[in-house]
């Protein structure tokens, strides 16, 4: 997409965070939260971001990306020193370059934050993400209930 912005995500930008997990929810995509204050809290301004991208076309939040730093105790049992990654597209713009995009940029901060590597677990049944993310070069490292653990490392 020639007209993509990428840029970090603000508080005014939780809305059209929720947006584009709404759509995810009504395309049977998603199951969990997808409010203004769940985006806020876990993506915007939670403890452990180190970035939440946006992809915009105009001031369009075409989808978004999340990197955060896997702390101890974290709840998915990654090794510190790693990086936690998910990224979400509206259904209607996915497959047409956005996550690739997104990811290129990310990799410069998952760099700058001196990660190992970067953790994507994703749901066995996810056949689209299981595909992005070995197609952005992530590699099986172990399985957890119900989801494929992927890494990529740095
Ligand atoms: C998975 C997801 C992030 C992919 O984002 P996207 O912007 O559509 O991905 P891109 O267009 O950049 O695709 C990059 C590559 O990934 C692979 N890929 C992406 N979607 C695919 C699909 N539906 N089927 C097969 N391969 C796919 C392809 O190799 C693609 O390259 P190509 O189009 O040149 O063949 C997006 O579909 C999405 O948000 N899905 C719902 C949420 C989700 O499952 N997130 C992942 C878990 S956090």
Redesign the pocket.
Known sequence: MSDLILRQATSHDAPGISGVLQD?VLAG??SKPADAGFAETHYVSHPGQIQCLLALDGDEVL?FQSLKQAVEGNPYGVPVGWGL???????W???????????QETLKAARAAGLVAID????VN????L??????GFVDYRRIDGARCKSFTL
């Open positions: 995810l995509k998603r989808g990654i998910g990224k979400h597209i509206r259904p713009a996915a497959r047409r370059g956005v996550g690739r995009a997104l990811f994507a677990t994703i749901g996810n056949a689209e993400g595909a992005y993310y070995r197609a952005m």
